[in-house]
């Protein structure tokens, strides 16, 4: 997952306290994504959470380019091959 950087976010019509309440949801929802992950049989590392503007398109794709080698070095999705043992 991708959003704006901490602490940088510019919404209209919403205070900075609403935001930061956003920013603390979503690092919540990651925890718990890592959380349900794990509990699953899948490494956490198989998920990410990066803080990016939409003025750092270097960066993203770096970020991006990053991850997807990450994910081939884990190999396959343990999940897709159980699904391919089952069916």
């Known amino acids: 997952a991708a959003t704006c950087p901490k602490g940088g976010?510019?919404?209209l019509g919403f205070t900075q306290r609403q935001i930061q309440s956003q920013i603390h949801a979503a690092l919540a929802r990651?925890?718990?994504i890592e959380m349900v992950l794990e509990d699953s049989g899948i490494d956490p590392a198989r998920y990410a959470l990066e803080?990016?503007?939409?003025a750092e398109a270097?960066?993203?794709a770096e970020l991006v380019t990053a991850f997807t080698e990450k994910i081939q070095?884990?190999?396959p999705n343990p999940l897709g091959v159980l699904h391919a043992a089952c069916g």
């Open 9 to 11: 976010i510019e919404v």
């Open 30 to 32: 990651a925890q718990a």
């Open 51 to 54: 803080w990016v503007s939409s």
């Open 58 to 60: 270097p960066r993203f």
């Open 73 to 75: 070095t884990l190999g």
